[in-house]
């Protein structure tokens, strides 16, 4: 299966998503009575991989007694293809084990439109996708998770049993009871019923009510250690560190508010011992300080400043995903701005003071302006802020103020750049709005072109949201089992990836809803607040009366108060002007060593691109702890110069990096860096060079491969010498000149005169580079 799966990596996007092998990895070996569990991400691999939901089950489970946890992400479309044609299985990353071959699979529900995503990947694996058709059988139990769960009844046909609320706890009783029952899939499905927090749709068929699982505390054990350091950008490719869960501000329409209480916060003390473990352990270059709104954690700028003192050696900078715009002072921003300005988001959702106070977020808009005013003061790049329509009691003159509001931030940042996301109310379940309706698409539609009419600014770039993509993920939201019918057959109509725009098949929906005599317009209409829901048999812990307390009050707010932040145009303050950009400072020329160290790359990184690669190198450095010089200004960055890229699918035996060390260094690399380096990447030699010499990308010439050819291969190829190429006993060495226009699978496509597809398919390694010194080849190591 493995050599299978190898086989068809160099013909789809981005292999390096099926391969696994992150930093930190160390799959475990797969004993008899091991429990074996998957959690699978229905999304792609640098979408999944960076939820950190998932990072603490992984870790839990694979500390658990006799049990072993892997991972899988939904493939992307052309390798899902693949797999199908060569009726290939969906397998776990760590062992290349195909899913149908766990014992329990844990889904994570992220997003309602991702519900086909869960049948792809049921399909893929080979495993039924409702739960009657598994009872008999042996099939993997398959569970979910995640923050869709708090109405799971769209999904509950295809799902044995759901985790409602926190999972690092009851996760471990399921594995338990899995292990007592494993045996007997009714008594499985009846033991699990018991447990609390689970809800088992053959079991309890919504007749029982269900009360969600909640951790009492972010315990230092359950922080996902060491973390898993993936070789690929992934789409939050930072260390996280959660600084808190929960959300006491309860805004009206923010589910995650309502359904993660109560507000639990991780120490001081406890946040600085974790980043110093984890950035030691993992070399990442920033922090994420995961929290529903960091502006409340407790002393938030006391935390900065002590992680930045712990942390500044390392060069690691620290971003906060969720800032309110309110506490936004020279202080805070002194300290992020530390080492790296990471970008700032923003989300007042609305501008008019009336719909603040609707929505029960009341972020005066007087402090966002002073918050602006103060990021380009400090020149902050990525300003990006969020607003909402479609919200109850929402007039034309509540929209037109949006417009008004962006163009007055447009004036006050001048040249620089802000970002606006618009995006329609989801009336989701468990909120006050919950009663609310979604709005027609045709108003929303009307609303848009109102605040694109109002924004006159040309530095603030606003995009909404795909309203009809929103309308689908409304009705799956609060919708019930019927709708399950429409998943699948969206699904089989190929309606996968629907959180991506470009993906998005509405038509196939509404065909999938007429098909069952859905009428789906009817999930998006205001409900009576006396009207039974289908998810009030979850209780997430707030009771019902206090949710229809909230809307009614919502709905009853008359109170208007003008705006009054124009009157705080920068005229007021005639001084105002943007501090001036640092430069970067002269290289130290008189106080380095240079080192040119020479390094191979094995299987592991044979899908890396050139960037993955110098990412994981300038990780391995951070690890190590070498005395590297870096530069100066916004964005320190270790003094380190790299050679050719590596074309992805090959592999080498000599790499070369140029690495510039403070003057007393006097080590042996191969040992102070080589320890630190992932798996596949060695350091193989090492010499100080002359400060002055030519740079690698200037003095490489040649570039040397060696291609070893199968039969079929050998039998079907053409030589044609157009440069040194050379055949003997089945290995085809070519010397290839390093300059622009000559890459290196067209060029053994003319070479051998087959096809680039058929030459992706090779056994390709880089054996050397060469410079040309006195008319002779030589290696960089070889130059003086
Ligand atoms: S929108 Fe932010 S501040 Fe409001 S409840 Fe949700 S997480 Fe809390």
Known sequence: MIKKIQNLLPLVTKPIRYTGGEFNLFPLPIKKNTIKVCLVFPEIYEIGMSNYGLKILYSKLNSYKNTICERSYAPALDFGKKLEEHNLPLFSLENKLPLFKFDIIGFSLHSELNYPNVLYCLSLSKIPLRTEERI??????????????????????????????????????????????????????ENLANLEGVYVPLIHNRNKIIRKRYVKELKEEDFPFPPLVPI??????????????????????????????????????????????????????????????????????????????????????????????????EELINQLKFIKRTGITFAPETVSYRLKKVINKEIANEKIIKAVELLIKHNWPGIKFYFMIGLPQEKEEDVKEIGYFLNFLGKIAQRREIRVSISPLIPKPHTPFQFYQFEEKEILQE??????????????????????????????????????????????????????????????????????????????????????????????????????????????????????????????????????????????????????????????????????????IYRAIRRSGLPVIYSTGFSPRYLVAFGPPLPVGVISESEYLDIFLKIDYNGNLIKDLGDFMPKDLIILDFKEIKNDAPTLGKSIKFLKYEILLDEPQLKKIKLTNIYYARLENQILEVLLPFEPGVKLFPTLSKITNLNEEEVKLFSIKRIEHYLIKNDKLMTPLEDD
């Open 136 to 189: 008999h059988g042996n099939y993997p139990l398959i569970i979910a998770g995640g923050p869709c769960c708090v109405n799971p009844l769209p999904m509950s046909p295809f799902i044995d049993a759901f985790v409602i609320g926190d999972g690092e706890e009851v996760i471990l009783e399921i594995v338990d009871v899995y292990r007592n029952f494993k045996n007997d899939k009714k008594k499985l499905l």
């Open 232 to 329: 690929c950008n992934i789409v939050h490719d930072h260390l996280t560190i959660e600084i808190s869960r929960g959300c006491a501000r309860g805004c009206y329409f923010c589910q995650a508010g309502f359904t993660n209480r109560p507000l639990r916060i991780r120490p001081i003390e406890e946040i600085k011992k974790l980043a110093f473990r984890a950035i030691k352990a993992t070399g990442y270059e920033e922090i994420s300080l995961l929290s529903f709104s960091a502006g409340d954690y407790p002393h938030l700028p006391q935390l900065l400043s002590s992680l930045n003192e712990l942390l500044h050696p390392y060069l690691v900078a620290i971003s906060l995903p969720s800032l309110r715009g309110e506490d936004f002072d």
């Open 447 to 616: 609303k848009i072109k109102i605040i694109k009419r109002e924004v006159k600014s040309k530095n603030v770039k606003v995009k909404y949201e795909n309203f009809a993509q929103a309308e689908i993920q409304a009705v799956l939201a609060r919708g019930d089992e019927k709708l399950a019918w429409a998943i699948e057959n969206a699904y089989r109509q190929q309606a996968i990836f629907q959180d991506w725009t470009e993906h998005f098949k509405y038509n196939i929906w509404v065909e999938s809803f007429n098909k069952n005599q859905i009428d789906y317009l009817s999930y998006l209409k205001e409900k009576k607040v006396d009207e039974a829901l289908p998810w009030d048999f979850i209780d997430i812990g707030i009771p019902k009366n206090l949710l229809i307390q909230n809307y009614q009050k919502a709905l009853s707010l008359k109170e208007e108060k003008p705006n009054n932040y124009l009157s705080l145009t920068n005229k007021t303050n005639p001084n105002f002007q943007p501090l001036s950009f640092f430069k970067p400072a002269a290289p130290f020329s008189h106080y380095y060593k240079r080192f040119r160290v020479k390094f191979k790359v094995g299987e592991n990184f044979r899908f890396a691109s050139h960037l993955d690669l110098v990412r994981a």
